[in-house]
């Protein structure tokens, strides 16, 4: 069974400033789907990016993104110029490839905090 | 459209009563699905329907009933909860079967369960 983890409970940054979020799992498929999900204190979970694992690229949105490090299973999130709205609890999920495979396997979620 | 919606936001009942959580998507998705969220903790997957049949069950207990009458909807029946069933129950849905691993999921807000 695929695990995911993230070791950083909480992490904080000053605003404006660039934070890196940790994340790596444990699996023996060689394709696979990798997420990091945002749950502000609204609790509305939303998408922040995607990773398709067989894509050597890294993914960028905006001020996110990603360092995949296919061979070393991690996936980190790197936030650039941090804003008080990116203060949230951030989820790492890992999902098959596998027909049919709806299942989200989430970290345990690191907690980011904002400094004005 | 790519909004989930969920009623009620919060729900208060008593141990021996029977109410419903409702979730609602037009977007089109044929994946819909149950989660269970603790205070500080990853959502943990209950139920998901694939084409309006239920494709996972993540032994549930059976005080947990979900339906599915059409794709667009999706219930969750409660009956004789526990105090430790207290929790956020959030909805989600996305594209099915082959589609499902790379589409996110779209989460609902939301509702607060108490248990008396």
């Known amino acids: 069974a695929q695990t995911v983890t993230q070791s950083q409970p909480e992490m904080s940054v000053q605003e404006a400033e660039t934070v890196t979020l940790s994340c790596t799992y444990d699996t023996s498929e060689s394709d696979y789907y990798l997420f990091w999900y945002k749950q502000p204190p609204s609790r509305q979970m939303i998408l922040v990016i995607r990773q398709e694992a067989y894509k050597q690229q890294n993914a960028t949105e905006n001020r996110f993104s990603v360092n995949f490090q296919k061979a070393a299973k991690s996936f980190s999130l790197k936030i650039s110029d941090s804003q008080l709205g990116d203060a949230a609890m951030y989820f790492c999920?890992?999902?098959?490839?596998?027909?049919?495979?709806?299942?989200?396997?989430f970290g345990k979620g690191t907690k980011l905090t904002v400094n004005p | 459209d790519t909004e989930v919606t969920q009623t009620p936001k919060h729900l208060v009942m008593g141990m021996t009563n029977k109410k419903s959580l409702k979730c609602e998507q037009h977007m089109g998705h044929r994946a819909m699905y149950w989660y269970k969220q603790k205070a500080k903790k990853p959502p943990e997957l209950m139920f998901v329907y694939s084409y309006e049949k239920l494709s996972i069950n993540e032994s549930v207990p059976s005080r947990f009933s979900p339906e599915c009458p059409n794709s667009s909807l999706l219930n969750l029946h409660l009956h004789a909860l526990q105090p430790e069933d207290s929790a956020l129950y959030l909805c989600?849905?996305?594209?099915?079967?082959?589609?499902?691993?790379?589409?996110?999921?779209?989460f609902g807000p939301g509702t607060r369960l108490t248990v008396l």
């Open positions: 989600a849905s996305s594209q099915a079967g082959y589609l499902s691993s790379y589409n996110e999921q779209f």
């Open positions: 999920a890992y999902r098959s490839v596998e027909g049919g495979s709806e299942k989200l396997v």
